[in-house]
């Protein structure tokens, strides 16, 4: 299940926040307007659009959109659930065979989750199960970081552009040194250029394809746990030890949560018979 990844947007927003503070609380309401010029704007953009359709073909550039949007979600990864499924799917394998998981599929939305356990199902060696759903990783890395590199090139691209802006806006000055009224317009295309192109890869596209790499190792990360599960029930593996297995994947804070759920649990009254 996805959802609505706030630090993204409240990041960029706040850095642009502290920005626009650094430049009003240094030269007031007119100083933040002196960092505002288009033909800076037009260099940058312009110039990092034509080296991306440069770059990437027409497939790999109508997934620029898809790419961002994700970085703006979130995936909700419950490892101790996912314990606790697979420790549920080992007791009903040993009490009624693998056959019958096909019945638990039903409420399982994880399509990974569900070819492994077909396959498991249908009597796969656990080593030929291992390769297919580790190539289906690879595949998905491979596809991840496909996407991701629009924006890596991209956080690559703006200072560069910046730079020419600056070189563009050097030319201009040196070549109307004669006029003093075209030094300040020239200098600021020269040095606000820069400015933007730092400002894009800095603040934006390369902590953005930084949240998109650890989305892909955290995705990674479950699919590894769901090899070791389908592999524990495929085996016959005692429940409690599959579970032991799998929680070796959890955290300091997720061992001790699972320790308070169980204390919990085993504390619990049980209902006296009428």
């Given at each position: ?13 706040l ?5 626009a ?9 007119g ?12 260099i ?15 497939e790999?550039i ?5 790419v ?11 490892i101790?659930a ?17 056959l019958a ?7 399982v ?7 492994g ?5 249908d ?6 199960i291992n390769?297919?759903m580790n190539?289906?990783?690879?595949a998905?890395?491979?596809?991840h970081q496909k ?15 910046g ?31 820069t400015?933007?192109?730092?400002l894009l890869a ?5 902590p ?10 955290e995705?990674?990360?479950m ?10 029930v ?10 032991e ?8 804070d997720?061992k001790?949560?699972?320790e308070d ?12 018979a009428?």
């Open positions: 299940m996805k959802k609505r990844d706030i630090l993204t947007p409240i990041g960029i927003t850095g642009f926040i502290m920005i503070f650094g430049i009003v609380s240094s030269g007031g309401a100083g933040f307007v002196s960092f505002i010029q288009v033909s800076s704007v037009v940058v953009l312009g110039g990092l659009t034509a080296a991306l359709l440069i770059n990437f073909n027409l790999q109508k997934l620029t959109g898809r961002v949007k994700e970085s703006f979600n979130k995936n909700q990864h419950d101790l996912l314990i606790q499924l697979f420790e549920r799917l080992s007791e009903r394998a040993r009490r009624e065979g693998l998981l096909e019945n638990e599929l039903d409420n939305d994880d399509p990974f989750i569900k070819k356990v077909l396959l498991a199902v009597g796969i060696e656990p080593e030929v390769d297919i190539a289906e990783i690879r998905m890395d491979d596809r996407g991701r590199i629009i924006i890596e090139k991209a956080g690559d691209y703006a200072p560069a552009w730079m020419v802006g600056t070189l563009i806006g050097l030319v201009l000055m040196l070549n109307n040194l004669t006029d003093p009224t075209t030094l300040g317009p020239n200098m600021a295309v020269a040095l606000l250029t400015f933007y192109g730092s800095n603040l934006v596209f390369i953005m394809a930084g949240k998109l790499e650890l989305k892909t190792e995705e990674i990360f699919k590894q746990i769901v090899i070791e599960g389908v592999i524990g495929q085996s016959g593996q005692n429940p409690r030890i599959l579970k297995k799998l929680s070796a994947f959890l955290s300091e997720m001790r949560k699972q759920e169980q204390e919990e649990f085993v504390g619990e009254p049980a209902n006296d009428s």
